[in-house]
């Protein structure tokens, strides 16, 4: 005599099946993930420093030497100069300007989200971020060149006597620091509202002012977390391409004056890939060698961020 299946059964093996089918889904997914990543990792490196078959790679014809310490780009010109301290230096006036804009301005606005904001404030101040967050770049760097520069940066250096250029490095990191401003602030309002509820009504039962409590309790406690999105937003900055390239621009030079014409390590790939240098040339291997030392920064900055998660980690039970 056969007996029906319990319903429970079935449902058992439904769910047995399901998360099965989820899990060869996720594994995929990671798989796929770390072949892309192994993928550029291997043409980054094929390109510039081994070369494969008769191709020659960048590091074959220039040495590591020329290029971490020559004062001149200059790939398409002569034989060539292919020093990269200018590209180096245009990047780091935007990264550092951007950070010193984006941090503090997004973490200011994390903790009067967490501590401070009413519900209704929140539900208005988040889909704005938000908004923020979605504006194409592109539109970032033309407004960087249309109103930031006119209105704002060549005032500002006509009252201290410096002339600033129409691409400056100094309008690219304010928009690329506007930029990174949700990033911070979302990253680092999730980390703080993550702190358990117990260590705030502690500090307000001895007395403690809601500034003591957040300054003084909240954020030593959510450090590592708002660290990790400092770093994450840093490297956010190091990659922007468009918006620099068209509010700092693409001539590379050596200088320690923001409001002079730059040139990053992004926007020269950029420029170099739309050029005229042919397939195979040296011209063109330069930018897998210049992407090759952006992936080295961002990567050891990715590393350095993990330490820093792991070294100042809170756990709460």
């Known amino acids: 005599m056969n007996k029906a299946r319990h319903p429970l059964s079935a449902k058992a093996n439904f769910r047995r099946l399901?998360?099965?089918?989820?899990?060869?889904?996720?594994w995929l997914c990671a798989v796929v993930c770390i072949f892309v990543t192994a993928a550029i990792i291997f043409v980054l490196l094929t390109e510039s420093v081994f070369g494969l078959g008769e191709n020659i790679a960048f590091f074959q014809k220039v040495s590591l030497k020329n290029f971490l310490l020559d004062t001149e780009w200059a790939p398409q010109y002569g034989e060539g100069k292919f020093g990269i301290l200018p590209l180096f230096v245009g990047t780091l006036w935007v990264t550092g300007i951007a950070a010193l804009i984006g941090l503090p301005v997004g973490l200011a606005s994390a903790i009067y989200l967490s501590e401070y904001a009413s519900p209704t404030a929140r539900s208005l101040i988040k889909p704005l971020l938000e908004i923020l967050a979605g504006i194409p770049t592109v539109v970032y760097g033309y407004f960087a060149l249309i109103f930031v520069t006119p209105l704002l940066i060549k005032p500002f250096g006509a009252l201290l006597g410096i002339q600033a250029n129409t691409f400056n490095a100094l309008s690219g990191g304010i928009v690329v620091g506007i930029m990174i401003i949700p990033m911070v602030t979302s990253l680092s309002e999730d980390v703080l509202r993550a702190v358990p509820r117990g260590l705030r009504e502690a500090g307000y039962a001895l007395g403690a002012t809601r500034l003591d409590v957040s300054v003084k309790i909240v954020l030593p406690a959510a450090l590592s977390g708002i660290l990790a999105s400092f770093l994450l937003a840093v490297s956010r900055a190091l990659g922007e391409t468009m918006a620099v390239t068209i509010a700092v621009g693409?001539?590379?030079?050596?200088?320690?004056?923001?409001?002079?014409?730059?040139?990053?390590?992004?926007?020269?790939i950029a420029s170099m890939s739309s050029g005229d240098s042919s397939t195979g040339s040296i011209e063109y291997r330069s930018i897998?060698?210049?992407a090759l030392s952006l992936f080295v920064i961002t990567f050891a900055l990715n590393i350095f961020s993990q330490f820093i998660l792991n070294r100042y980690r809170e756990v709460y039970n």
């Open 18 to 26: 399901f998360e099965t089918a989820l899990y060869c889904v996720l």
């Open 250 to 268: 693409i001539q590379p030079r050596l200088s320690w004056n923001p409001f002079e014409t730059m040139c990053t390590m992004t926007a020269n």
């Open 288 to 290: 897998y060698a210049v």
